[in-house]
């Protein structure tokens, strides 16, 4: 029973120490920004709460292997007494074989010997020591026998209580490996609600559903042609390409593939030769409508690079709360790894 009690508070600690540091390591991705289960929390706390009444079972043999140790400290000292001999060597028998000796001495008489009257106070006395041997040897025996039943009532009350608490200990032991089977169950569902959160956030921000996104429809904003002259035109060209926008507009990745603008960018114009100098401005066609359409794109795209920022670092939160659960699970196999080699 000991030894068995000693397997379940080994498990019992390893199952607490890894639980513990589930629990450390849940608050410090929390406070991190990473994901929150209230219900797993809960569990493993309930679980924490429970493995305590193991110190409850591991009092109730403390208490019983006191009891033993009485038991066995009472049936060596009844191993010492005289009486638990098969054969002891009493004044009762001394005083019964002299009883024989005289009675064989009287027998022995003539016939005209026994006429005469003779004192036998030998055996009168020898008849009184018997009696009192007698009776303080009852006593002595009735005393060993009222102990021996004592130690068998005590045996038998302990041998239950025994059986009882194996029983308790193997129900223990299965249900610290069922709670360490559900821990597993949950912490392998969590990896997966992150796997699948990761793939929906690399599927919303691929290019292949940003190039088949709907068009959206922009307010036109009509300028008289007639206030505009041809030198205007050709400063505001200038300045649109000098200015900071036109060189992130090329060399921006495209995020917002073609396709999906091809109608917004039919009016520009452009053409092949956009960034070789004067040379290629001096081709450019270009219209006050056409100018507004690509302010408003740069708008856009300055919207769509925040929008992939935000997330961007939603992905990189995910990816340290999954790193921090797989360090989890490492340092759980590498303890169940020690325990196999211990």
């Not at 055996?123 to 068998?152: A, E, F």
């Amino acid at each position: 029973m000991t030894a068995e009690m000693n397997k379940l508070l080994a498990k019992c600690i390893l199952f607490k120490n890894s639980l513990e540091q589930d629990l450390k390591n849940y608050e410090k991705q929390y406070d991190n920004g990473g994901f929150s289960s209230e219900s797993l929390i809960e569990d493993w706390k309930n679980t924490l709460e429970n493995l305590k009444k193991v110190d409850i079972l591991r009092q109730k043999i403390i208490n019983l292997e006191t009891s033993a140790s009485n038991i066995c400290t009472q049936t060596m000292d009844l191993q010492k007494s005289p009486y638990a001999r098969s054969r002891i060597n009493t004044p009762l028998e001394d005083v019964h074989q002299k009883l024989l000796e005289n009675f064989g001495e009287l027998r022995k008489r003539s016939s005209d010997e026994r006429r005469i009257p003779r004192d036998n106070a030998e055996v009168v006395r020898l008849l009184c020591l018997c009696l009192q041997y007698s009776h303080t040897h009852t006593q002595d025996v009735v005393s060993h026998i009222k102990t021996v039943k004592q130690i068998k009532q005590d045996i038998d009350n302990c041998l239950p209580q025994i059986s009882n608490l194996l029983k308790e200990i193997s129900d223990w032991d299965l249900q610290i490996d069922t709670w360490q089977a559900k821990r597993q169950q949950a912490l392998w569902k969590v990896i997966d609600v992150l796997l699948e959160k990761a793939h929906n956030a690399e599927r919303s921000i691929s290019p292949l559903e940003l190039s088949t996104s709907p068009v959206p429809t922009f307010p036109r904003r009509t300028l008289g042609t007639s206030s505009l002259s041809r030198t205007n035109t050709d400063s505001g060209a200038k300045h649109f390409l000098e200015s900071p926008r036109s060189s992130v507009l090329m060399k921006t990745p495209p995020i917002i593939t073609p396709p999906a603008w091809h109608n917004k960018l039919e009016s520009l114009a452009l053409s092949s030769s956009f960034s070789n100098g004067e040379r290629s401005l001096s081709r450019m066609k270009f219209n006050p409508t056409s100018m507004s359409s690509m302010v408003t794109l740069t708008d856009m795209l300055d919207k769509t690079t925040e929008e992939s920022r935000k997330v961007k670092k939603e992905n990189e939160t995910i990816l340290e709360s999954f790193q921090d659960l797989m360090g989890v699970l490492k340092s759980f196999q590498g303890e169940n790894l020690d325990k196999d080699k211990t």
